[in-house]
C-alpha cells in the first residue's frame, strides 16, 4: 500500500512550488497526487488521509526537494489504512 503513496510522491515533486509553511498543496498537486495514487491501486480515502496528513506538517519546499521522512509517510499510511480499511473481525 506505501508503493503507490510514493509513486504519488514522486510525481508531486515535479509539480511543487515554493512555500515556507505547511500549507494546502495547490489544486494541481493535490490532483496529482491523489489520481496517482488511487491509479497505482489505493482507496481515495486512504489516499485522501495521507495527503491531509502530509499538508498539515510537509510543506511544498520540502516536499520539492524530498526534505521529509519517509518513515513518516509509512506511518501515517498505515494510520490512514486502519482508519479506512478496518480488519474484519
Sequence with gaps: ??????????LLALLVSSSAFAEPYPDEVREAF????????????????????????????????????PAQLETWTIECMSEYMPEAE
Design 34 to 69: 491523489t489520481g496517482e495514487c488511487v491509479g497505482a491501486g489505493a482507496p481515495e480515502e486512504v489516499c485522501t488521509c495521507v495527503l491531509l496528513k502530509m499538508e498539515a506538517v510537509i510543506t511544498l519546499d520540502q516536499l520539492a526537494a524530498s526534505d521529509f521522512d
Design 1 to 10: 500500500m506505501l508503493k503507490p503513496i510514493l509513486a504519488a510522491l514522486s
